[in-house]
């Protein structure tokens, strides 16, 4: 457990800092001294979402594109675009 406490602007209070930037270059930085590593671990959840439901393949550049953009929506703008039929795990999966 880190010492170091941030204003996360997803959660809208202080919480637990990540411990290093999750993410590199400036982005990363505005990550790290923003967002709470609850807030990064939600968005980890989302993020995997995102990957399964539109089959997303991480190497592909237009991929990473996409799940840049959905990483800023959802951890500073706190919005979670869903699949239009996207059906959420049952209790126990």
């Known amino acids: 457990m880190t010492d170091r406490t941030v204003f996360c602007q997803r959660l809208q209070c202080e919480a637990e800092a990540l411990p290093k930037p999750p993410y ?3 982005l990363g930085e505005r990550i790290y001294n ?3 590593k609850a807030a ?3 968005w980890l959840g989302h993020q995997t979402m995102l ?3 539109y089959r997303l393949t991480p190497i592909d550049p237009k991929a990473r ?3 840049v953009r959905e990483m800023e929506k959802f951890l500073f703008e706190g919005k979670e675009d869903k699949p239009e ?3 959420p795990p049952s209790e126990g999966e």
């Open 24 to 26: 590199p270059g400036e």
């Open 34 to 36: 923003n967002i709470s």
């Open 40 to 42: 990064w671990q939600q």
């Open 51 to 53: 990957i399964n439901e």
């Open 65 to 67: 594109e996409f799940l």
């Open 85 to 87: 039929d996207y059906v």
